[in-house]
């Protein structure tokens, strides 16, 4: 996974918001690409699959599971993610999961500008290890 611009970014001086919105995408693809390379499935049933997996509370315990194999640059980002303000969560979600889960989706984001593929690999192969295991 590599980016596609030749700018040079620098990822710690995006927002929070910003690295989750990016994060949020790079998750998303890599559950998709996971689920297809499990099985040939319809769109459909890849969608209700992927679901189990896109959510705040499956990714809140994703965080929860990975938290102890962070460094301490790593836990920084997450935990600016989780703390960033946000005017709106959604309904019938747990605050707590919802904040939880914009940490995570800030990590992968900021991982991903930064160019850490190797990094992303391995905390999203213990993130399906901890959902496979609930």
Do not use: W
Not at 48 to 67: D, G, L, T
Not at 93 to 107: D, F, I, N, P
């Amino acid at each position: 996974m590599s980016v596609f611009f030749d700018e040079k970014l620098n990822p710690k001086q995006l927002s929070p918001q910003t690295l989750a919105f990016m994060g949020d995408t790079v998750y998303d693809l890599l559950i998709r690409e996971l689920l297809i390379n499990e099985a040939n499935r319809p769109v459909g049933r890849l969608n209700r699959e992927k679901v189990k997996y896109v959510n705040c509370e499956a990714q809140a315990e994703s965080a929860a599971f990975i938290m102890d194999e962070l460094s301490e640059e790593e836990t920084a980002v997450y935990k600016r993610g989780r703390n960033a303000f946000t005017k709106n969560t959604p309904k019938n979600l747990s605050v707590a999961a919802y904040h939880s889960a914009t940490g995570l989706e800030a990590l992968f984001g900021y991982l991903y500008l930064s160019g850490q593929n190797d990094r992303i690999k391995e905390l999203f192969s213990k993130c399906v290890e901890a959902l496979n295991n609930t």
